[in-house]
């Protein structure tokens, strides 16, 4: 498929209705697997691209709200599916904290999906992306918490390291509005697990932590079902 | 905290600021209003709008002036929880994991000021005398209420300069090439993760208030100056904390294709603020 795939010789804009097609059709395959004990796919090479849609507009950051757009994609698909089944031993006021955030991270994705419109990756899609979440454990408040962290975190560390790479100030000002309140959100799942833990991630320099797209997208991989590269965006 | 010297020291600075208060005794009798609703010690936040008003805007015009303006805010946080560790009045209440993370803080802080001085070098501005918080340490409750301002201005103070800082300057400082505006994002995340800790400390028995969350929800300032929470100037670019408006979307509760409620957008993003405001708020507490 993939040779093929290459072989074709197409506009960017087509490529990346092609990328959605093939999404597509991986996951009918995935169900009809239902008895697979692992349905996560192995990444698929040239699944998706972030990069800019359109070269007559350029230099533009469709790549980089694409990529926080899917950011917030996991994010708000995480806390749907606790919402929907919470662990028995979640903590008074931790299933309301769990609905705020997933409240926050919907918004947050419906937001940019909106910003981008017909530029959003998945905008032709005919089915939207299925996370995996099958690497964490969402029985124990503990588990929920812990991966909570770990997605706020990246979150974080992604903003921060994108800011440079906006070319549009007004897209730097949207994205660090959303930036500080998944530092708020990440202070608190720290706080749920250890006291006192809600800066850990900051450093003897006093600062927060800041990935490149690249660096982000490796953490994100156990939980896409297909192959994201940030190969074509800026990095600098 | 003297109000007749402060404004005695304003007209020294700008003779016509009464003019512009309309006179003396009903600026005076505006800010024996307010003090009565508030700590004693926030009134000079209101001294502080009073001159913003008077004095009108200012723009930080370079890097360095970016740089010096979050030196300043570093300084007053970091010696604010100084002040607050050394305070008496805190010993008894101010303890455990509560004194722990309030260490935490303060050396995040440090840290800040160090590296900002550091980036700044010779263009560094001489640090104030002293800060004075008035009695914001009187009680367990009055300091975590400072606390949760000045880092919730923090945030919305580094979020307001974001644009003005050049996404290419990448000085070299301490031997290592650095990029400014990055460094900036990496401690308005720091703050906001500090902003939601106090938020979480002010929700926790000892200071009894549940209706705060980590986040901030219409724009309520719980108990803190609501300048923390207000509008900038322009408004525009500077919205209130409550803004439901993002991005040309008049309405993100309505304007997604399901309905939230107005707590969660607001919740939902953070706002900037602009200098001149964060000052206002701010410059009070500084001693020449």
């Not at chain 1, 833990?197 to 990935?211: E, I, N, Q, Y």
Request: charged share 15%; glycine share 8%; hydrophobic share 45%.
């Amino acid at each position: 498929m993939s040779t093929l795939f290459l072989a074709r010789a197409m506009q960017r804009r087509s490529f990346f209705r092609v990328a959605g097609a093939t999404v597509a059709a991986s996951t009918l395959v995935l169900a009809g697997c239902g008895d697979d004990p692992d349905p996560a796919p192995a990444p698929v090479d040239n699944g998706l691209a972030l990069v800019g849609f359109d070269a007559n507009r350029n230099p533009i950051d469709d790549g980089l709200l694409n990529y926080a757009y899917l950011l917030e994609q996991l994010e708000a698909a995480f806390y749907q599916k606790v919402v929907a089944a919470p662990p028995a031993d979640l903590l008074p006021g931790e299933l309301g904290y769990l609905t705020d955030l997933r409240d926050h991270e919907l918004i947050h994705r419906e937001y940019l999906k909106t910003i981008l419109g017909s530029r959003a990756y998945d905008a032709t899609l005919s089915t939207p992306l299925e996370f995996n979440f099958s690497t964490f454990t969402l029985t124990t408040r503990v588990g929920v918490w812990t991966a909570a962290r770990q997605l706020e975190d990246i979150g974080v560390a992604a903003y921060n390291g994108a800011g440079k790479l906006l070319v549009q100030k007004y897209n730097l000002i949207a994205l660090s509005k959303i930036a500080s309140v998944e530092a708020r959100h990440a202070a608190l799942a720290h706080e749920l697990l250890q006291s006192d833990s809600f800066a850990s991630t900051v450093g003897a320099d006093g600062l927060d932590d800041a990935k490149t797209p690249v660096e982000v997208l490796a953490l994100l991989e156990p939980y896409l079902p297909i192959k994201v590269s940030a190969a074509d965006l800026s990095t600098t | 905290m003297n109000l007749f010297n402060i404004i005695s020291e304003l007209e020294k600075v700008d003779p016509e600021i009464m003019d512009r208060l309309t006179h003396r005794r009903s600026a005076l009798t505006a800010l024996g209003d307010i003090s009565k609703k508030m700590a004693l010690a926030a009134a000079p936040i209101a001294i502080g709008s009073a001159f913003n008003k008077a004095v009108g805007q200012q723009t930080l015009g370079d890097a360095n002036a970016v740089l010096n303006y979050a030196l300043l805010l570093e300084r007053l946080e970091y010696d604010f929880y100084v002040q607050a560790l050394a305070a008496p009045t805190l010993a008894a209440t101010l303890t455990g994991a509560d004194r722990t993370a309030i260490t935490v803080i303060r050396d995040h802080e440090n840290a800040h000021r160090t590296l900002l001085a550091a980036a700044l070098g010779a263009n560094a501005a001489p640090a104030p005398s002293r800060f004075d918080f008035g009695n914001a340490f009187a009680t367990y409750g009055s300091f975590l209420t400072f606390a949760q301002a000045f880092e919730d201005a923090g945030v919305r103070a580094y979020k307001g300069q974001a644009t003005n800082i050049p996404r290419t300057l990448n000085p070299t400082v301490g031997g290592n090439v650095v990029n400014v505006l990055t460094v900036a994002l990496q401690i308005h995340s720091v703050e906001a993760r500090h902003a939601a800790h106090v938020r979480v400390m002010r929700r926790a028995p000892a200071a009894g208030s549940q209706t705060i969350f980590p986040w901030i929800i219409n724009g309520d300032a719980n108990g803190a100056p609501a300048p923390v929470y207000g509008a900038g100037n322009p408004v525009a670019t500077f919205p209130a904390e409550g803004n439901l408006s993002q991005g040309g979307i008049m309405s993100l509760a309505t304007g997604l294709g399901a309905t939230y409620t107005a707590e969660d957008v607001s919740a939902a993003f953070d706002e900037g603020l602009d200098n001149t405001t964060v000052v206002g708020i701010a410059g009070p507490y500084v001693r020449a």
